[in-house]
C-alpha cells in the first residue's frame, strides 16, 4: 500500500542505537551488561536548572514560544558566546533548537543543495554523513590518524577541495575521537574557507569538556564563514531537555528559523527556562561543570590506563568522554570485537565501523569509576589476562 521513500531507504539507522537494543535485549534476559555504549553524562541535571524548570511550570510559562526561542534566551547565548567563546552573534544572530541535532539538521538543511560536497574529518559522529545525505549532499571523509592523536592537517582538508565543496564541518571536541583541534589548525582552516569561499558548520557540543587543551572556537576567525552550534545537553547533563543553540549570519539563521517554523515550531518552553537558569545563574552552573570535568578527567585516565595495559591501544583523548581502542589483538574486525566485547565479556561498546574507525571500538567514560574498573577486569578475562 506504500512504498518508503528513496531518501530514507538509503538512511542508516544509528548504530549506537544498534548497540543498545541488543545490550538491553540481553538486560532483559537478565544478563547483566555493563554499557559503555551511551554518550550521555551520568551526572543528574543540576539543581539551580531543575528549579527554574519547574517555577516556569507552576507560573503558567508552558505555552509556544517564538520559533527562534524566548527572546531573553537568546540574550543569554548572546552573551555566553561573547563571554566564554568570543563570539560576537547578536541575539538576532542565535536561533535555539531541539538539541544540538535539530541545529544542525536546520543547518544542513539551510546550506546544501543536492550535488554538493562536505568535508568532515574522520572518525566522525555517525550523524553527520547521515543528515548530509538526506540533503543530497555527499560526505567527503578526511581522515586523522590515531597516531596523530587525531589531529586534523588542514593541507589534508585542502586537497579534497573541489569547484562542488560548500561546507566543513567541525566538532572540536571530537566525537568519538576526543581530538580538540588547537588555534593554530582552526586559523588555517578558517583562512582556507575564506580563500575558498567554503562555509564551516562548527558542532562544539563537548566545549566544556576538555582536559589537557583549550577549547578554542573557529567563529573568531571567520566569522561570515561560520555557524557554530553548541548546547544544554553534555555540558549541564541535560540530554533529555533537548536544548541546542547556534549563532551565525544572519541569512543562515533566518533560512534556520524557517525550516523549525514549518517543522518542530521550536523548543519545549520549559526546557528553555531551564537552559536560561544553566546559562545565567553562572556561579552554581561553573561549580557543576568543574566537578563533572574532574571526575571524568579521573575516570579518563583510568580506562585509558587500563586497555593500553591490556594490549589495547588507545590514545589519550584531549576531550569529551569517549576513547576509540584499538580492538585488533582481540579480533581483526570491529564488528566482530565488539560482539565478543557484548556477548563474551558483557561489555557493551559500539563498533568503530559507522565512524570510519576501523579496527577500533568506542567505549564511553560517562560512567562510575567502579564500573569503568569492572569492565577492565571483564575485558581482561576476556583477553586471558590478569587487569
Ligand atoms: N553533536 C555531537 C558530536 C554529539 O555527540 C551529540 C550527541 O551525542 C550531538 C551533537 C547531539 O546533541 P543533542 O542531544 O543536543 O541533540
Known sequence: PFQLSARVRTLKPSSTVGVLSRALELQRQGVDVITMSVGEPDFDTPPHIKAAAIAA?????????????????REAISAKFR??????????????????????????????????EVLIPSPYWVSYPEMVALTGALPVAVPTPPHSGFLLNPAD???????????????????????????????????????????????????????????????????????????????????????????????????MHALQSQSTSGASSVSQYAAMAALTQREETAGFILTARAAYRERRDRLVAGLNALGLRTPTPQGAFYVLADTTPLHPDEGEAARLLL??????????????????????????LETIEEALQRIAQLLGEQP
Not at 58 to 72: A, D, F, H, I, M
Open 57 to 73: 511550570i507552576e507560573s503558567g510559562r508552558t505555552k509556544y514560544t517564538p520559533v527562534n526561542g524566548l527572546p531573553e534566551l
Open 83 to 116: 563571554d566564554e567563546n568570543g563570539l560576537t552573534y547578536a541575539p538576532e544572530a542565535v536561533t535555539v533548537t531541539n538539541g544540538g541535532k535539530q541545529a544542525l539538521y536546520n543547518a544542513f538543511f539551510a546550506l546544501l543543495n543536492p550535488g554538493d
Open 157 to 255: 582538508l585542502e586537497a579534497r577541495i573541489t569547484p562542488r565543496t560548500r561546507m566543513i564541518v567541525l566538532n572540536s571536541p571530537g566525537n568519538p575521537t576526543g581530538a580538540v583541534f588547537p588555534p593554530e589548525v582552526l586559523r588555517a582552516v578558517a583562512d582556507l574557507a575564506q580563500r575558498h569561499g567554503i562555509m564551516i558548520v562548527t558542532d562544539e557540543m563537548y566545549e566544556h569538556l576538555v582536559y589537557d587543551a583549550e577549547q578554542v572556537s573557529i567563529g573568531r576567525w571567520a566569522p561570515e564563514h561560520t555557524l557554530t552550534v553548541t548546547g544544554a545537553s553534555k555540558a549541564y547533563a541535560m540530554t533529555g531537555w533537548r536544548i541546542g543553540y547556534a549563532g551565525g549570519p544572519l541569512p543562515v539563521i533566518a533560512a
Open 343 to 368: 556477548d563474551e565479556a558483557r561489555v557493551a561498546v559500539v563498533p568503530g565501523t559507522d565512524f570510519q574507525a576501523p579496527g577500533q571500538v568506542r567505549l564511553s567514560f560517562a560512567t562510575s
